[in-house]
């Protein structure tokens, strides 16, 4: 089956650190990947996608590239700020594969002055 | 993006009432909608998978006379929570899939006394 393994929270940061939340998947067959943000209290925005091996997504200066080889989906972001802080979920899915998202855990991030 | 509306954004009941949450695609057309349940601090749990003319796809463990779904039209469709119950409280998200990509509502968060 498929899923998603995200890096455990909460992830603390001052404000300008550099930021990555590790996602790795499993998938039976060949996955596109995107990251969401929840801010608290509201639903999922999507953040970035992928859709290929080696595409990198990216929005709000934040990253993400698709490695096959590693299986990975890694979130990256050079300088975070305090309005950054928010839950991020690591998503897959895999057309034909009954076109359900996977998620994974999330990973709360705060960010700090 | 694509925009998707969920409608109310917070509800309040009485124990033994029903409670109806609506889903709105607002630019796009929607076959399927999904509904998901989020408990405080974990991911989304898929319920139900809502197919517009046709039955909702309800996942293992979910009471679909408990969680109604009805998807009369191409842009909406609506969770009804029968006869709520305080185990019932907890924050449901719909999303509606544009391509690949999954938009999802703001949330709405039920909290039954």
């Known amino acids: 089956g498929n899923s998603v393994t995200q890096m455990e929270g909460p992830v603390t940061l001052s404000e300008e650190a550099f930021l990555t939340i590790n996602c790795t998947y499993t998938?039976?067959?060949?996955?596109?990947l995107f990251w969401y943000v929840q801010y608290p209290g509201e639903g999922l925005q999507l953040l970035l996608k992928?859709?290929?091996?080696?595409d990198k997504g990216s929005n709000k200066g934040f990253e993400a590239t698709y490695r096959k080889e590693t299986t990975s989906f890694h979130l990256e972001k050079g300088s975070v700020q305090v309005s950054d802080s928010a839950v991020y979920f690591c998503a897959l899915i895999v057309t034909g594969g009954g076109n359900k998202l996977t998620f994974g855990t999330g990973t709360q991030l705060k960010v700090e002055l | 993006g694509a925009v998707v509306s969920q409608h109310p954004s917070r509800v309040i009941c009485k124990s033994g009432t029903s409670v109806k949450i609506e889903c709105r695609s607002l630019?796009?057309?929607?076959?399927?909608m999904f509904w998901y349940r989020q408990f405080p601090k974990q991911s989304l749990m898929l319920m139900a998978t809502s197919n517009e003319g046709s039955k909702a796809t309800y996942e293992q463990g979910v009471e679909k006379d408990k969680f109604l779904i009805n998807h009369a039209s191409l842009t909406l469709s609506t969770l009804t929570v029968t006869s709520a119950h305080p185990e019932d409280s907890s924050f449901y998200i719909c999303?509606?899939?544009?391509?690949?990509?999954?938009?999802f509502g703001q949330g709405t968060r039920l909290t039954v006394v």
């Open positions: 998938a039976t067959g060949y996955p596109s």
């Open positions: 999303s509606a899939r544009l391509g690949e990509t999954a938009f």
């Open positions: 992928a859709t290929k091996a080696d």
């Open positions: 630019d796009f057309q929607a076959t399927t």
